[in-house]
T-cell receptor, first 110, second 114 residues
Framework: RKEVEQDPGPFNVPEGATVAFNCTYS??????FFWYRQDCRKEPKLLMS???SGNEDGRFTAQLNRASQYISLLIRDSKLSDSATYLC???????????FGDGTTLTVKP | DTGVSQNPRHKITKRGQNVTFRCDPI?????LYWYRQTLGQGPEFLTY????????KSRLLSDRFSAERPKGSFSTLEIQRTEQGDSAMYLC????????????FGEGSWLTVV
């Protein structure tokens, strides 16, 4: 079993739709959580950190459930430019390595 | 541009040859990471440094792979006797030393072994 698991998708949604991605992690000692976005053949870029109380950044909302070891990302009012792969990232030790899921692919269509 | 810089960006090499990639991290970042990514997969951790010390190395990394960061600034990743399975994007990233700090990636070095 992989340490960080994501539904690979693809998710194909129309513009304006709301879409949610889930991620589970296996190491209960995990301390920090992130969502990264990766465009085709480009490097991953930080989308947002995930805090225990949940956090929002514009149309994006991230939630963390430590008891269930589950992280989610909600995108509201999807734009064409949101089409990308979304990577769930978990960091287990103090500033040590970050473990990436294999990503969920989103395509937003007109 | 003060981001993470990697070169070469693309490398095509024959099987059995050695290749070396260089990474220049963001200047004030003391942590430097190497990852490998193949199509359809997320970045896979290879190794990381704090300053010049290599603190962790993936068990998946064969003896053909070696990384150095001699002065705690730039780093090199060498792959000896390349195999076709080494074809991937090699990503370098850097961060400040703190558990919540973001890691910032370079644009990656694409390796094709023919």
């Amino acid at each position: 079993r992989k340490e960080v698991e994501q539904d690979p998708g693809p998710f194909n949604v129309p513009e304006g739709a709301t879409v949610a991605f889930n991620c589970t992690y296996s190491n209960s000692a995990s301390q920090s959580f992130f969502w990264y976005r990766q465009d085709c053949r480009k490097e991953p870029k930080l989308l947002m950190s995930v805090y225990s109380s949940g956090n929002e950044d514009g149309r994006f909302t991230a939630q963390l459930n430590r008891a269930s070891q589950y992280i989610s990302l909600l995108i509201r009012d999807s734009k064409l430019s949101d089409s990308a792969t979304y990577l769930c990232v978990v960091r287990n030790t103090n500033a040590g390595k970050s473990t990436f899921g294999d990503g969920t692919t989103l395509t937003v269509k007109p | 541009d003060t981001g993470v810089s990697q070169n070469p960006r693309h490398k095509i090499t024959k099987r059995g040859q050695n290749v070396t990639f260089r990474c220049d991290p963001i200047s004030e970042h003391n942590r430097l990471y190497w990852y490998r990514q193949t199509l359809g997969q997320g970045p896979e951790f290879l190794t990381y440094f704090q300053n010049e010390a290599q603190l962790e190395k993936s068990r998946l990394l064969s003896d053909r792979f070696s990384a150095e960061r001699p002065k705690g600034s730039f780093s090199t990743l060498e792959i000896q006797r390349t195999e076709q399975g080494d074809s991937a994007m090699y990503l370098c990233a850097s961060s400040l030393h703190s558990s919540g700090n973001t890691i910032y990636f370079g644009e990656g070095s694409w390796l094709t072994v023919v």
